[in-house]
């Protein structure tokens, strides 16, 4: 997951420069750009929690883990 977050990393500063600086300066609002990179990070973030949930399901030490760390 850590490569995830810097190619979204990468993409955010790419979305944040072509906001700032277009050559022809038609370039997008800053606002629009934000929202963008906040979509990308929210589907990182379900992509994180249904990884996490399908370990918790599949591995019973995890589970266990898991449980003690919240309830334990």
């Known amino acids: ?3 995830t977050w ?8 790419r979305e944040i420069a072509m906001s700032l ?9 800053i606002g629009k750009s934000l929202k963008l990179i ?3 990070v929210g ?3 379900i992509g994180l929690a249904v990884s996490i949930a399908l370990a918790v399901a599949i591995n019973e ?11 334990g």
Request: hydrophobic share 45%.
């Open 1 to 3: 997951m850590s490569t």
């Open 6 to 13: 810097v190619f979204l990393g990468l993409l955010a500063g």
């Open 21 to 29: 600086r277009d050559a022809g300066g038609k370039g997008k609002p």
């Open 38 to 40: 906040s979509r990308d």
């Open 43 to 45: 589907y990182a973030l």
């Open 61 to 71: 030490e995890i589970k266990v883990d898991v449980w003690n760390f919240f309830f």
